[in-house]
């Protein structure tokens, strides 16, 4: 049950309007998946809620009129979940414009989608976690509640770490690059499901072409097919003799698929495909999972409906894997 948010207001402003934005993201170790972490006000101060005047659901039962229901469906989730929708204030973690502060306290009005009765349906969400982060072009989500008060480019770029813990981050980018990454600070211009979905054909395929190359091995769950680390060359995961997996665009365009991404090592000798076998007559044929695009910089253009991309980062000696 939704009953008050607090706030905390700054009337401390930033020399130059910020251009872009970052929000640390961290890797869960159980879960794999990703997370960050926000505060909604410090010091606290009340603030009035707002009425929804927005949402297209009826007003949320269990609250004072002053809700929506906001309905959230989710592959990690078997129903629908059911939250609440509310205004409030928020402070952004970290402007990235070069000549403006490195953390300033900037106001944002946003909506949130509170913890509902039905978020125990996400068991598989890291521990804690208290609801999502919208990175759509929705009219309620985060990305477009913050271009809309700071008139940043409607651009959101993904830079996921691939090691787990509160020792590295990866990054949200929002408003658009240059995109600074570490360890060599190299300047690049340019899910909710850990491991990518194949149907049934398609994964056979990918199974066909590892198993030429490799010997197979015992699988360890939730992977079905495993090989021999060695029989790749035992040294890294980007050894010549692992197969590329070439994902064609419209167009032509590929994005490459590497080692890092297509085989986790689950043992010192043994490796296994990060793709599961979503069966036959699926929805999608391919759904790309989060490991996938670990140590990639992908950027979503969504005024010019454009999708931009790199292949793995670490071929280039840097990764999404900032220390802390």
């Given at each position: 049950m939704v009953s008050e948010f607090t706030t905390s207001l700054t009337?401390?402003?930033?020399?130059?309007?910020?251009?872009?934005?970052?929000?640390?993201?961290?890797?869960?170790?159980?879960?794999?998946?990703?997370?960050?972490?926000?505060t909604v006000g410090k010091p606290p101060l009340n603030v009035p809620r707002h009425r929804c005047t927005t949402c297209f659901g009826p007003f949320g039962p269990t609250c004072r009129n002053d809700t929506c229901i906001s309905g959230v469906e989710s592959d990690l989730a078997f129903t629908p979940t059911v939250n609440y929708l509310v205004?409030?204030?928020?402070?952004?973690?970290?402007?990235?414009?070069?000549?403006?502060?490195?953390?300033?306290?900037l106001p944002l009005r946003a909506s949130f989608a509170?913890?509902?009765?039905?978020?125990?349906?996400?068991?598989?969400?890291?521990?804690?976690?208290?609801?999502?982060?919208g990175l759509g072009n929705a009219s309620t989500s985060f990305v477009s509640a913050l271009v809309s008060s700071y008139k940043i480019p409607f651009k959101v770029a993904l830079c996921l770490p691939s090691k787990p813990g509160n020792n590295y981050s990866g990054a949200v980018y929002i408003g658009g690059g240059p995109y600074v990454l570490p360890p060599n600070r190299a300047r690049i211009s340019s899910s909710l499901i850990p491991y990518g979905l194949l149907e049934t054909s398609?994964?056979?395929s990918l199974v066909k072409a590892f198993?030429?190359?490799?010997?197979?091995?015992?699988?360890?769950?939730?992977?079905?097919?495993?090989?021999?680390?060695?029989?790749?060359?035992?040294?890294?995961?980007?050894?010549?003799?692992?197969?590329?997996?070439?994902?064609?665009?419209?167009?032509?365009?590929?994005?490459?698929?590497?080692?890092?991404?297509?085989?986790?090592?689950?043992?010192?000798?043994?490796?296994?495909?990060?793709?599961?076998?979503?069966?036959v007559g699926v929805r999608f044929p391919v759904e790309i999972g989060g490991y996938q695009v670990e140590d990639n910089l992908i950027e979503f253009d969504l005024e010019a409906s454009?999708?931009?991309?790199?292949?793995?980062?670490?071929?280039?000696?840097?990764?999404?894997?900032?220390?802390l």
């Open positions: 009337k401390h402003k930033p020399k130059q309007k910020p251009r872009a934005f970052a929000i640390p993201i961290l890797k869960d170790t159980i879960s794999g998946l990703y997370y960050t972490n926000m205004n409030d204030d928020l402070m952004i973690l970290r402007d990235t414009s070069p000549s403006a502060y490195l953390a300033p306290k509170c913890v509902g009765d039905g978020f125990q349906a996400y068991t598989k969400l890291p521990y804690g976690s208290n609801g999502g982060l398609i994964y056979k198993g030429g190359k490799a010997k197979k091995r015992k699988a360890v769950a939730p992977s079905t097919d495993c090989f021999s680390y060695k029989s790749f060359g035992g040294k890294s995961l980007l050894d010549k003799e692992i197969p590329v997996i070439s994902l064609v665009m419209g167009g032509g365009t590929k994005w490459d698929i590497y080692g890092p991404n297509s085989l986790v090592k689950v043992k010192k000798t043994v490796v296994c495909l990060a793709f599961i076998d979503a069966g454009k999708f931009s991309f790199t292949s793995s980062l670490l071929l280039h000696n840097t990764s999404c894997s900032r220390p």
